[in-house]
């Protein structure tokens, strides 16, 4: 019998600049305090973000999946104290910009030579990455990730990776939008939330949490269920709900939280164990 090779243990890496933004908790610091219990939701919700990463023009013109984005990317960056021009980065959606697409779709189907040429240019599924790129001057690493329902622990596994390998800060941000059109009969993705940190490779004064990471058997790991009545608002809002079980133990460190399991497939899981750091 052939012995198993031993798989090495990845490395702690350390979270810094955790952002957030969703109608109802515009930002990290409303997420955090309604996540400990501490806050409520914004009544009425907050409108639409307006990045200043991009000139006014651009900012008028852009679709909702590239100013969730790009104002969730600039808070991480501002949260780590990091140039943003440095920093490599991974933008994961599971759909891109749904309502572009419908638009798209419909426009073929009834007049084809009315089509938008800028609503064509956002509909790829790196428009906001190439957005936050060039308004940023960033020439660093980038990429565009998409794994449909498992699309942040996709993204997350990839900056963990990337992280690890190179030695160097990455800038992970997710986002998602509603569908619209027919294509609610395909997916049922409700509202705007977006989600941003910076996983580093080592400890700085900026940094929020280690964070222990390592790929396992699936073995039937589900997302785990939000804790908070807030986070339990957000549960169905759209695929970057996956994310909310790791925001919500950034935002209650000191209960020592669980591990949680997210899902990469039918087979394989990301197991993640925040720990606070300590002097």
């Not at 409303?30 to 990045?51: T, V």
């Not at 949490?209 to 396992?216: C, E, G, H, I, Y």
């Amino acid at each position: 019998m052939t012995a198993r090779m031993s798989v090495p243990t990845p490395p702690t890496l350390y979270i810094e600049g955790p952002a957030f933004w969703t109608p109802t908790l515009p930002g990290w610091d409303a997420a955090r305090a309604a996540f400990r219990g501490e806050g409520g939701l914004a009544d009425p919700p907050a409108k639409r973000p307006s990045p200043q990463v991009l000139a006014p023009a651009e900012r008028r013109r852009a679709p909702d999946t590239v100013a969730l984005a790009l104002e969730v990317a600039a808070a991480s960056m501002a949260g780590a104290g990091r140039n943003a021009a440095d920093v490599p980065c991974v933008f994961v959606s599971a759909h891109g910009d749904l309502s572009i697409n419908d638009y798209m779709c419909s426009t073929l189907a009834t007049d084809p030579t009315v089509l938008s040429p800028t609503r064509f240019h956002n509909s790829v599924h790196n428009a906001a990455v190439g957005y936050w790129t060039i308004g940023t001057g960033c020439m660093a690493a980038s990429n565009s990730v998409s794994a449909y329902e498992n699309s942040f622990a996709a993204g997350l596994l990839e900056a963990a990776v990337q992280c690890a390998a190179d030695q160097s800060p990455v800038l992970l941000v997710g986002y998602d939008t509603p569908t619209v059109g027919p294509l609610t009969s395909v997916t049922d993705s409700q509202g705007l939330l977006a989600v941003a940190l910076v996983i580093a490779p080592e400890r700085t004064e900026r940094t929020v949490a280690a964070l222990d990471w390592s790929v396992q058997d699936n073995g039937g790991s589900t997302v785990p269920a939000p804790l908070s009545d807030a986070a339990k608002t957000l549960a169905h809002i759209n695929p970057m709900a996956h994310a909310l079980g790791l925001f919500e133990a950034l935002a209650r460190l000191e209960d020592d939280p669980p591990p949680i399991g997210l899902p990469l497939s039918s087979t394989l899981s990301l197991r993640l164990q925040l720990r606070q750091v300590r002097d």
